[in-house]
């Protein structure tokens, strides 16, 4: 929905319950071994649940490729960690020739490097099967953006989208976003954080950094320190303040020609931009993404990855009311993180707690909220601010509701 | 005090009331104005009280010199600030030709870019007075490295040093932290984190991006990636846990010729390294340390600028036992906040309130419990663990005690 602002959406959701099978052996090389709790004959593996939001920008064939694939890369990247995620020893720091990961027993690794005897090498760090998870999480992105780049002529992939994908795998919900959607747990009523925005402005200083130490990226036209507006031609030689990339705060300086070359980083809130072109600075696509009439690519100041965050469902008691909401900026934008759970709270106690429509209905009502009525001076809010006139997905996602992952 | 482990003491400490003089004006061209408050006859300006801790590496040099110079460079930056700190009108963007900020009056700057009018430029970043604060704050760091730079052979100034300072200014408390010195204040028996720390660890994606981008600033000897221990040569085509820059969890890799140079970041904890040479990412100095037995320049990798946290004194209550910890590495490694937090309550309760003597036997006891008591297995806390066999710095600032900041 996004109140009749262009003819197509250019959000794009998905939802599926993807099984990760483990990788067929190489042939007559490593039999499957007995007892090792195959499902359907040979097919060992694991199921993940899965929502995920893109906001497309600058065309919609971004999104609608990656709401396609990007499970699809996640379910390839875990493959791979199909035995070791199902042992509960740590997992094997180095794996001998040639063999898969999946197809490892911790008994065959043993043989190798010997791990419950003293360690070999005095420094060895620990990692944990969480982090693999989200490991291969990142390298999904990764490489649906490279899959993007590869198809986008071939299959006219236009522009780029921000992702937001909830997987919950093995007791624990992970939380990846690249970009400016934003996902939050309410949990008996109390707000949890699960993803943070990344924007011009939450990552100046990553963008400033690159910029300093590659500045044949901004194409001279472009200065990597951020002023709080345009210089003027006349203002040389004056002071102004100024931000360099290893600042927090603001100095002045003295304008000097380079000055007035337009800042990497421009504006502020929703109006900032980099390079003068886009408001958001993680996520998939955008390989052709240029400056206006200019041959500065913006893609190398974007990044794919997402940051993901994990929360282990097992460790708390959960009611039907605690959801996780998953929304792309159009919600945000006007309905902030108190507003959602209260809209949450007063739809969810309006039907019976097992009654599984009822998350549907706060989806619903969260997204008519942002929206608003269309009323004379356009689509108004029920305190009548502007409503968005942005895109507006919403995942309602029960964490102790009739959904039952397990 | 570092239990007789060094004949000289590497931390060093500095505690100072600093007046901030407004520079005085060109000859002539703007005369002081009348009722604008002028201190001492011309000496307008105000006053900001400074605590810091510098702990050396390599040499006390540049921490002697740091605890004798880094108040005056911050009183340096401040003194361009004289009267736009002290109107209460947000800081003008863009100073007039020639003119020092700290010769602005509004009136005079508002001839030449309005202030109170509609602003003549659609986007303009509001900058507070705490931010300019900020930004003196970090470039008196960047200064003071530049100075230890320029003077470090005629002074004969060896190693570099963590830098902790605090700065109560105008109500607010200024927390600068470059290294791995922390800071806490514990208001109420609640514990606020004031600083973190700069380690490897929590730098690694900054430096790897660095290197990622600049790889001949490895040398050929190190590469970027993190790898959970050492590769042997044996083990080429392995595959083996690894972190890329843009990757919080791991993932496997086959093992490439590449990946048996020794990684930038290595080991965990207190023993991780930047090129297995050094265990902080940020401070002063260091402007001549090399990997061992080779060309390869460690200083690239690390910065001087400080993150700065502000505490505004004014936003709460604060009774006698209301105090800011400063504590170097030698502290913290051994007793934890919580500890210390409760060593504070308890030291406290002994002495009147009013009695300003009752926050130096505050630190005493924090120094004297964490470096232990000599017994036959060495030194031993009271929990029978090894005491701190490093220096050990602490300064307890009573801020709502009996010293009146204002």
Redesign the interface.
Known sequence: INAGKSQHNEDQACCEVVFVERRPSPRGRLPSREGSGELNGDRKGFYFHYWALFDGHAGSGAAVMASKRLHLHICE?LR?LVDVLQDPSP?P?????????SRVSLAEYDGEVPNDAAPR?H?????SHE?????????AF?NMDDQIERERVSQRLAGGCCALAAIYLMGKFYVANAGDSRAIIIRNGEIIPMSREFTPETERQ?LQ??AF??PELLGKEFTHLEF????QPK?L?????Y?DQ???????KKIEEDDLKFPLI???GK?ARVMATIGVTRGLGDHDLKVFSSNIHIKPFL?C?P??RVYDLTQYEHCPDDVLVLGTDGLWDVTNDKEVAGAVMEVLTSYEPNDPCRYTMVAQELVMRSRGVLKERGWRLANDKLGSGDDISVFVIPLGGPGNYT
């Open positions: 990247q791979d997992p720091i180095c794996l001998p020739h040639n063999v898969e990961p090498f420094l060895e760090k620990a990692v982090s693999l998870v989200i490991g291969a999480i990142e390298n990764k990553r950094f690159l130490l590659k709080p507006r345009r210089i203002e030689g004056k002071k102004m303040l931000r290893n600042m927090n705060g603001w100095a002045y421009y504006g502020e109006k990044s990855f940051e993901v």
